[in-house]
């Protein structure tokens, strides 16, 4: 991949696509308990915690990384995420902030579909009593919406490959150039045609046909992890029931992004030392020796409670937040494999302008 990931938060409005971008990355996005909070994209740099080969080599103290940071020999590894506008019914009509949506998410090389997994706000963001299971009818469904109107256009809903379809070019050259516009290239397309069970030529494909081949490209083009998002509030264990029974546990994360933003705020002020991705933090009593390291604060009560709740809730029930396995597994999904290039192969140094520093 030549470029840095871009990974798009999508979901109807109010499942917590907005604290779900502010915990994850280091962005400060306006949220809200009503519709459309977001009306333009946001957009923040997430991190990946990977294990940094300087620890293997005992040489933390030269590791100094131009791409991202390493912190006591774990590397922080860059992730552009964005936060687009709620997805709504009828989006592809441009409902909603539909067209907008489209645009926002064209170049994004995957998606997180946040779900809020509590029940408590309906297809449209506003807040009610929800059948959970009528809302994860919407997970695939903002994929199936990013190419929709790639494909289908005018009143008739006439398909557009068909009409510019040249018999002397191939399925894979023709549907190449109809979805260049969304970063596919000929492998890709190739691809995603290997699994596609229809063989006909494209002359004979009818809007069935044309659907089919939309799944089959989008699973290719856009990975899609769905977080199931508010997992401390009431009903959520009820509403993860039923979704695992009928979508299985396969690329889903349970998440509760209000907790991470709250730890991550806490370690930032520094009352407590949170380590991302755990169930582990430490509080002011907990250091042994406050001369050595850094000295933390100490909590108030009104806090402190909320910590306790927080890891009654979501940290000894779950054993972390969800936000950053939903990174890990998102790199896991896009079979991204991190590499330490080096100029030297006994030294590890990484530029003959720095060549004191390791693995940059």
């Not at 306006?30 to 940094?52: E, H, R, S, W």
């Not at 009610?128 to 790639?150: D, F, P």
Request: aromatic letters at 8%.
């Amino acid at each position: 991949m030549g470029h840095d990931v871009l990974i798009a938060c999508v979901g109807k409005p109010s499942a917590g696509k907005s604290s779900f971008l502010n915990a994850i990355s280091d962005a400060t996005a306006k949220v809200g308990n009503f519709p459309f909070t977001t009306i333009k994209p946001n957009q923040g740099m997430a991190y990946v915690l990977i294990d940094c080969p300087c620890s293997r080599f005992d040489k933390q103290s030269l590791c100094k990384p131009r791409y991202g940071k390493c912190v006591q020999g774990k590397r922080h590894v860059p992730i552009k995420i964005l936060d687009v506008a709620g997805l709504v019914p009828g989006a592809s009509q441009g409902n909603g902030l539909g067209n907008q949506f489209l645009d926002d998410l064209r170049t994004a090389d995957a998606l997180i579909h946040v779900v809020d997994v509590s029940g408590t706000t309906d297809e449209s963001g506003k807040s009610n009593c929800w059948n959970i299971i009528l809302s994860t009818t919407l997970i695939g469904s903002s994929q199936r919406l990013a190419t929709g109107y790639i494909l289908i256009c005018g009143k008739n809903g006439e398909i557009l490959f068909v009409d510019t379809w040249q018999p002397r070019s191939s399925t894979a050259e023709t549907l190449q150039l109809q979805f260049s516009g969304y970063g596919a290239n000929l492998a890709m397309v190739n691809r995603f045609l290997d699994k596609f069970p229809d063989k006909r030529s494209l002359d004979m494909w009818n809007s069935d046909t044309v659907m089919m081949m939309v799944n089959a490209f989008i699973a290719e083009r856009f990975p899609t992890l769905v977080a199931l998002n508010k997992i401390d509030l009431p009903d959520s264990d009820k509403n993860i029931d039923l979704i695992s029974r009928k979508y299985g546990q396969d690329n889903i994360v349970l998440v509760s992004a209000l907790a991470e933003t709250f730890l991550r705020k806490l370690h930032k002020q520094k009352f407590i030392k949170y380590h991302e991705g755990t169930d582990v933090f430490e509080l002011a009593e907990d250091q042994v020796d406050p001369s050595v390291e850094e000295k933390l604060l100490t909590l108030d009560d009104k806090a402190r409670n909320r910590l306790e709740r927080v890891q009654d809730l979501v940290l000894f029930r779950y054993g972390h937040t969800g936000v950053q396995e939903c990174l890990q597994q998102m790199i896991a999904l896009l079979k991204l494999v991190p590499v330490f290039p080096v100029r030297n192969i006994n030294s590890f140094s990484s530029s003959r302008y720095a060549a004191q520093l390791v693995f940059m």
